[in-house]
């Protein structure tokens, strides 16, 4: 079921757009769906869907041919995000953490050599990327990381530790920040790219989650990790700025997996509405359900075009960076709405665990803090309003 399917075509999408939508579609249903709540029962990541998504090129679609991909974009690529995430909310981030956190900075910053070596295996499901900017101290704070790197020789000494890192442990590379000077503050901090078996790297077990239980993550432990100093990834000392331009494209990634969310949601609850009666009538003929569902049309289609709209910034070369924001805020927060109310519209069944709702609205919340919190959207969001509100007034 979709539920708006004319609105959704006047977005027009491209041909290949859309057959990639459908083909994803049909994957999410027929192989995602039926495994999305073991997967979360079990704490468990799903490797052989992982292997497939691979197969169908899902993992290349927004790179270029010359490192394995199909060139598709980043709209091509959210729309693959958001359709997984419509049926599985843990399947939709893995895609998202590996493409635009774990490979696209190596591709945009990474030198000739790093990109030729890692890119294509990345691309090719051959290594699994990760990314790690969180500290136990250090959350949306990003700038101040306490993991250090120190010049020893010809490489670099790591020492600290990250947390809540999406893929760690299926990871092949990782990309992490480090403070090179704690004087400097975030003009300190340097990225570098990490292969799993580097020494002094040890992963740790992740915490139990409330929701994207079948999504995996640990904590890093370096302990006198030794990385060779060519790794360094963008110009030395700009790492906390590579980071926060990673990010930015990352809240479309999470824009799209929250949008995703509602809108399973939504459909769950627009046929259970359609099929369920109450007082000698279906619940779809109550008005006070079907408001609701009125409501999450709107908030999801909203969220579908600010989404689709910074995607199309990105593509287009064009500063995007307000607009993903946005984006990302207003899809985890509808998400966050909808799930909600379509645990509402279920009533009693939506507290079980016998419909997905409520695995959605477990899902929905990690969307409001991932990339940046509500709270960090908000003041990017401020931020550049009221610049661009003093530039109009000439103060």
Not at 1 to 12: C, D, K, T, V
Not at 31 to 45: G, L, W
Not at 209 to 220: E, P, V
Not at 255 to 273: D, N, T
Request: aromatic letters at 8%; glycine letters at 12%; charged letters at 25%.
């Amino acid at each position: 079921m979709y539920a708006l399917p004319g609105i959704r075509h006047g977005l027009e999408l491209s041909e290949d757009q859309e057959m990639i939508r459908d083909m994803v579609r049909e994957f999410a249903e027929n192989v995602v769906a039926p495994q999305a709540s073991k997967i979360d029962e079990e704490h468990s990541f799903p490797v052989d869907t992982w292997n497939q998504i691979v197969e169908l090129g899902l993992t290349g679609i927004p790179f270029p041919e010359d490192v394995g991909g199909s060139d598709g974009g980043t709209l091509a690529y959210a729309i693959a995000v958001e359709e997984l995430s419509r049926v599985c909310g843990s399947t939709g981030l893995t895609l998202a953490a590996h493409v635009s956190l774990g490979t696209y900075p190596i591709y945009k910053w990474g030198s000739d050599r790093m990109r030729k070596e890692y890119v294509p295996k990345l691309v090719a499901g051959e290594y699994m990327g990760a990314y790690g900017l969180t500290e136990p101290n250090a959350g949306s704070d990003s700038g101040g990381t306490e993991t250090m790197a120190r010049p020893d020789g010809e490489d670099w000494v790591l020492t600290g530790r990250k947390c809540f890192i999406t893929n760690a442990n299926y990871s092949g590379t990782f990309i992490v920040t480090a403070s090179l000077n704690k004087d400097l503050g975030s003009k300190g901090i340097s990225a570098f790219v990490l292969t799993k078996d580097t020494p002094g790297l040890v992963l740790e077990p992740g915490e139990k989650k409330l929701g994207m239980r079948g999504s995996d993550w640990a904590s890093l432990v370096f302990e006198e990790a030794r990385v060779p100093g060519d790794q360094i990834l963008g110009p030395k000392g700009e790492g906390f700025s590579t980071f926060m331009k990673t990010l930015e494209g990352g809240r479309i990634s999470i824009g799209a997996l929250s949008l995703g969310i509602a809108q399973g949601a939504y459909e769950c609850a627009a046929r259970y509405a359609c099929e369920r009666e109450a007082f000698g009538k279906t619940l779809a003929d109550q008005q006070a359900v079907s408001f609701k569902l009125a409501d999450m049309a709107v908030q999801i289609e909203a969220a579908r075009h600010l989404v689709y709209h910074a995607a199309r910034l990105k593509d287009a070369g064009e500063n995007f960076g307000t607009a993903a924001a946005i984006a990302k805020l207003h899809a985890s927060e509808t998400a966050m709405r909808v799930t909600y109310d379509a645990i509402q519209i279920h009533g009693g069944m939506g507290y079980s665990r016998e419909y997905p709702v409520e695995r959605m609205w477990r899902d929905a919340k990690l969307c409001t803090i991932g990339e940046g919190t509500s709270e960090i959207q908000r003041i990017i969001i401020a931020r550049d309003v009221i610049k661009e509100t003093r530039s109009l007034l000439g103060a």
